[in-house]
C-alpha cells in the first residue's frame, strides 16, 4: 500500500459524533507518523491532530478537548473520534502519512503520503 486510505465519513447532526478510520503502511516500513487533516468548503487545509508511534499526540486548538486521535498499531489503523460535532467541522478530512525510505538501516528523507479524503457534513 502507498497511500492511506480514510473511511467512516458521513452525516450527523450537531452535537453528534462519528470516527473516523485511517489504514496505512505501518511503522515497521518507515511511518514517521500519522496526521488528520481538513478542509471546509473555500478554506485552506488545516491540521487536526497527529499520533506517532509513541502515542505522542498533538491537537489543534480548535478541536482539543472533542477529538481524539488513537491508533492499532497491529492493525496499522488510525482513528479520530469525533464528539460534540457542530458545522464549522464540516468538510473534507485527510489522512497523512508521513513515511521516509529504509536506508542504511535507518528511515531517511520522510515523504507524505495522502489519502484521497472523506466527507463530513454536520447539519445544525
Known amino acids: 500500500q502507498v497511500q492511506p486510505a480514510e473511511s467512516g465519513g458521513g452525516s450527523v447532526q450537531a452535537g453528534g459524533s462519528l470516527r473516523l478510520s485511517c489504514v496505512f503502511s505501518?511503522?515497521?516500513?518507515?511511518?514517521?507518523?500519522m496526521n488528520w487533516y481538513r478542509q471546509a468548503p473555500g478554506k485552506e487545509r488545516e491540521f487536526v491532530a497527529s499520533?506517532?508511534?509513541?502515542?505522542?499526540?498533538v491537537y489543534a486548538d480548535s478541536i482539543r478537548g472533542r477529538f481524539t486521535i488513537s491508533q492499532d498499531t497491529d492493525k496499522n489503523t488510525v482513528y479520530l473520534q469525533m464528539d460534540g460535532l457542530n458545522s464549522d467541522d464540516t468538510g473534507i478530512y485527510y489522512c497523512?502519512?508521513?513515511?521516509?525510505?529504509?536506508?542504511?538501516?535507518?528511515?531517511?528523507?520522510?515523504?507524505?503520503?495522502w489519502g484521497q479524503g472523506t466527507q463530513v457534513t454536520v447539519s445544525s
Open positions: 499520533i506517532n508511534e509513541h502515542g505522542r499526540t
Open positions: 497523512k502519512e508521513v513515511r521516509g525510505s529504509p536506508m542504511h538501516g535507518a528511515c531517511l528523507f520522510p515523504e507524505d503520503y
Open positions: 505501518g511503522y515497521t516500513t518507515c511511518t514517521y507518523d
